[in-house]
């Protein structure tokens, strides 16, 4: 696939780039052979390949997140600055308007 040189321009203006006579002809040669090679790889036979999202297994090594019990819940909730009961009190962030 071959790029106008509009094509180019509007690109150029689009990421604010000011380029020159021989820059813009360079650019357009380049995105020329770019969309050429994505050509060719769009016509690969791609129907025997499964769909997957990530080209390698996805392993976390992140541990299991398994809630366990605060020792001492009420002393943090003492050290608050505001709080009522067993909870802290904050400001509200939401309006019910």
Known sequence: MSIDRATVEHVATLARLALTADERERLRDQLSAILGH???????????VPATAHILPIDTVMRADEPHPWPDSQALV??????????????????NE
């Open 78 to 95: 003492d050290r608050a600055p505001a709080h009522q009961d067993a909870y802290i009190r904050v400001r509200a962030v939401l309006d």
């Open 38 to 48: 994505i050509n060719v790889i769009a016509e690969a036979d791609t129907s025997a």
